[in-house]
């Protein structure tokens, strides 16, 4: 009887043991670094664009693409991780772009909280990723992707069209 005890005490342990590799192999694999923050322009300037993202080289193309095509025109641009949305206040800033992964079934608790308290829901412009690149919080009008960086160009035009309908529309 001991025996079969300890067998199954092994077993039990070994699958503890290979579940929580498992969890470590797929956060290091799949979750997001932070990424750095940064101002392009003045203050001053009279729209300001706030960009909130996740570290990854599919988002990071995708913010310098949006830099390259926003920096020459008269409007201030802040860039800064999602961890930091709970600090912004809406009302600052002309247009909220949110760039976020779709992790363990959930957007990140930030970005959700985030967008369940901004009260001008056509000031947010958010672009979703995900594995099969079909998840979005439900509600709002999102652009989803797959992290494909083939598929840059696509979603950062579809940002700066929605951005400048915002903006024309003020």
Do not use: C
Request: charged share 20%.
């Amino acid at each position: 009887m001991k025996r079969w005890i300890k067998i199954i005490a092994w077993v039990i342990g070994s699958v503890v043991v290979v579940f929580f590799l498992f969890a470590l192999w797929y956060r290091q694999t799949y979750s997001m670094n932070v990424a750095a923050a940064f101002e392009v322009n003045n203050p001053s300037h009279p729209q300001h664009i706030l960009i909130a993202t996740q570290g990854s080289d599919f988002k990071d193309s995708v913010v310098h693409e949006l830099i390259r095509e926003f920096k020459s025109k008269q409007m201030y641009i802040k860039v800064i991780d999602i961890t930091d949305l709970p600090s912004i206040n809406e009302d600052t800033w002309t247009a909220l772009i949110i760039i976020h992964t779709w992790e363990y079934s959930k957007p990140p608790r930030e970005v959700k909280s985030f967008v369940d308290r901004t009260k001008d829901k056509k000031k947010l412009i958010v672009l979703t990723t995900s594995g099969d690149g079909n998840y979005k919080i439900e509600g709002i009008d999102a652009i989803t992707s797959a992290s494909k960086l083939s598929d840059v160009s696509i979603n950062s035009a579809e940002i700066i069209n929605r951005v400048n309908n915002l903006l024309s529309t003020q």
